[in-house]
């Protein structure tokens, strides 16, 4: 700041209102050599000259006694006025009274009558216009523009100093999120994704009303709170969430949080929030809770997280990456047949070995680097496709997962005609896995890419079918070709006496409707039997096989 | 003639003024006609003579702030005696403290001529 005020070459400039010739002369001479010095003789000539200068004056001096229009006038009308109430005004008075009334309307400093030594006058208007520029730059930085929420540096400032006036209250740390805001922002556009980051500030600040709380916008839809401590935050979020509810889009926006409760660790407050935020993140995309507590094993996870996040480009690079394939049996004659595949993503880091897909796709689903890795799947094999055409002569088509986030990548269908033209293979021998979740989140949308790809040829396989809110419905306008019932079904139908029955509600639907049924997870022989006498077509699962390497797989043709 | 000496010889404290003018006699000289031929000398005077005393209270505080900051003690003091007793309205013999004020001024006005 120094630097930049010294170097800067900046002459800023000073108004003197001053009747008196001979005073004014003298703050002139004193000043105009490090300012660019203006005269007025009374107040109305320096408003109409304040009014009307480009550059507003980095700093009025101002005599109260004048003629026309007095000091206090000019003062009190500047302060009243948005536009100049932000310039310093130094008051020039000799009175003691004058310097009351001169701080109550507003004025910044005084320099006395007689005049102080030039060097005293040089100082106090310096110190002043570098006070009042510092307390611009806080003002205009201080706040998030959009919301009126602090900025984050200036509430990890805030909260410090709350923490030091008052550090008998212990305070948390609260991070707000939304699941999934991007797509808000994707599909209803930013101007939307405003208004709903808009209204939630507003809720925020009347929800945390007490408890001396204050509010941040860290950044996109990330909120953070710090207040006094309480044991339970779920009525808070509650009431946030009832809100939203009934905020006035189509879209479910559902709010969660992450709570460091600081109780006696004594860490800075950046850290106390990044590891609320770790705690928020970690329940991402989990429907089962909304708030999340901070702790050790959190930290281990973020770090073990982020590790994985830095090295996903570098293992794509080196191959890493690598492709399996599960069988997928058609049980509908005698002997079950190989139909097709589902193409499954492994990954053998050099140094943590074989990495659960748990563990990463959710990860890369919340970041959006799991395009990347789609994309990836579908060209390797797209790849093995035409590579057991060619040298098997044999055509075995392969699902491939399609995340909810390539359902909004405009370039999404010309990315998989692309795969298919380098290989030279059709739509039949992809196979277009989409989750049933995407269409309650964004059923337009998906409808719309789902009828372009079924008019190119694609097929559309419904995958964790009957895990959503809106199965049913969903089959009645959306055009699809394959129902994959939700895994948690056939786990429990051998033993549960409802999810069999669904599972056979499910078989009788899609056969009402003409749509195959491929059921997924199929371990043993009394589930195969089981689905068989149902009427279910396809089965995949360790029954069969586990996902294998090409090359196993290769053997079962 | 208008010399830092003969000002210092009238009762000016010089050294204080000048240092206002950041060291520059050439200012300061400049300035102390000026101040000596501020019309607040006859404002106060005919504001005395017509009993206007708010009238007679601005000239005078005019006054007594350019000669304060110049430094001219004799003409400070006598305008600030005059201020103080104008501002609460005392019952004085403005006409003959303004003479006096006048005639303090007349002598510092001599040296320029």
């Known amino acids: ?78 302060k009243e006025d948005d536009k100049y109430k932000y310039i ?79 550090s008998n209250n212990k305070r948390d740390a609260l991070v707000l999120n939304v699941d999934h805001f991007r797509l808000v922002n994707e599909i209803y556009g930013h101007e939307e994704g405003d208004r709903v980051l808009r209204f939630i500030a507003d809720s925020l600040k009347d929800i945390f009303a007490e408890d001396a709380s204050i509010i941040c916008r860290s950044d996109a839809d990330n909120f953070y709170i710090s207040c006094i401590h309480r044991d339970d935050y779920r009525d808070h979020l509650e009431r ?48 089962t809770r909304n708030i999340a507590y901070y702790s050790k094993d959190i930290l281990k996870q973020v770090i073990f997280h982020e590790r994985l996040i830095n090295e996903m480009g570098k293992g794509m690079e080196d191959g890493d990456f690598v492709v399996y394939f599960q069988p997928k049996y058609l049980i509908k004659g005698d002997e079950p047949k190989l139909t097709s595949a589902e193409a499954l993503i492994r990954w053998k880091h050099p140094e943590l070995g074989m990495i659960n897909p748990g563990e990463f796709i959710p990860l890369f689903e919340n970041n959006g680097l799991i395009q990347k890795l789609d994309n990836y799947v579908w060209s390797k094999a797209a790849a093995k496709i035409r590579d057991w055409k060619d040298r098997l002569g044999v055509s075995v088509p392969v699902s491939v997962n399609v995340s909810r986030i390539d359902i909004y990548d405009s370039a999404f269908e010309d990315k998989l005609m692309n795969i298919l033209k380098e290989n030279d293979i059709t739509p039949e021998d992809l196979l277009i896995e989409i989750t049933e979740s995407a269409y309650s989140e964004n059923a337009g949308g998906l409808l719309k890419v789902v009828n372009s790809l079924r008019n190119k040829g694609f097929r559309i396989e419904m995958d964790d079918f009957g895990s959503g809110y809106s199965s049913l419905n969903m089959l009645t306008v959306m055009p699809i070709d394959i129902i994959k019932m939700d895994i948690g079904f056939i786990r429990n139908m051998t033993k549960d006496e409802k999810s069999k029955r669904l599972v056979e509600l499910i078989i009788n639907i899609a056969q009402f409707l003409k749509l195959r049924v491929v059921a997924e997870g199929v371990e043993d022989k009394d589930q195969l039997e089981m689905l068989k006498g149902m009427g279910c077509d396809i089965v995949q699962g360790f029954y069969f096989s586990k996902p294998l390497p090409a090359e196993e797989f290769e053997a079962l043709f | 003639m208008l010399t830092i000496d003969n000002l210092n010889e009238l009762g000016a404290n010089t050294g204080e003024g000048l240092k206002r003018c950041m060291g520059r006699e050439d200012m300061y000289l400049k300035l102390v006609p000026r101040a000596l031929n501020d019309t607040n000398f006859e404002k106060l005077k005919e504001a005395v003579g017509e ?21 001219l003690t004799p003409i400070f003091d006598k305008s600030e005696e005059i201020t103080e007793l104008l501002r609460i309205k005392s019952d004085a013999d403005y006409a003959v403290l303004v003479e006096e004020l006048i005639g303090i001024r007349d002598r510092f006005r001599a040296l320029c001529e």
Do not use: W
Request: some cysteine; glycine content about 4%.
């Open chain 1, 240 to 287: 946030i969430q009832d809100k939203l509810d009934k905020i006035d889009i189509s879209h479910k926006i559902r709010i969660r949080a992450g709570v460091n409760i600081n109780l006696e660790e004594i860490v800075s407050v950046a850290t106390r929030f990044d590891r609320a935020k770790a705690a928020c993140d970690r329940i991402r995309g989990d429907f």
């Open chain 1, 88 to 166: 310093p005004v130094i008051v020039l008075t000799a009175e003691k009274n004058a310097e009351v009334k001169s701080i109550k309307l507003g004025a910044a400093d005084f320099i006395k009558k007689p005049y102080d030594m030039p060097e005293v006058i040089m100082a106090r208007c310096e110190r002043i216009i570098e006070l009042y520029e510092d307390q611009k730059i806080i003002r205009s930085t201080e706040r998030d523009e959009l919301t009126g929420l602090y900025s984050r540096n200036f509430f990890y400032e805030y909260v410090k100093q709350i923490e030091e006036l008052d």
């Open chain 2, 51 to 71: 009993g206007d005393l708010t009238a007679a209270f601005e000239a005078a505080h005019a006054l007594k702030g350019v000669s304060g900051n110049l430094s």
């Open chain 1, 1 to 78: 700041m120094e630097n930049f005020r010294k170097h800067s070459g900046l002459k800023r400039s000073i108004l003197i209102v001053e009747d008196e010739a001979v005073n004014r002369d003298i703050l002139g001479f004193i000043l105009e050599d490090s300012y660019d010095v203006s005269y007025a003789e009374n107040g109305q000539i320096a408003l109409d000259m304040i009014r009307a200068s480009e550059q507003p004056y980095s700093l009025i001096l101002l005599d109260l006694m004048m003629p026309v229009m007095d000091g206090y006038t000019l003062l009190s009308t500047l």
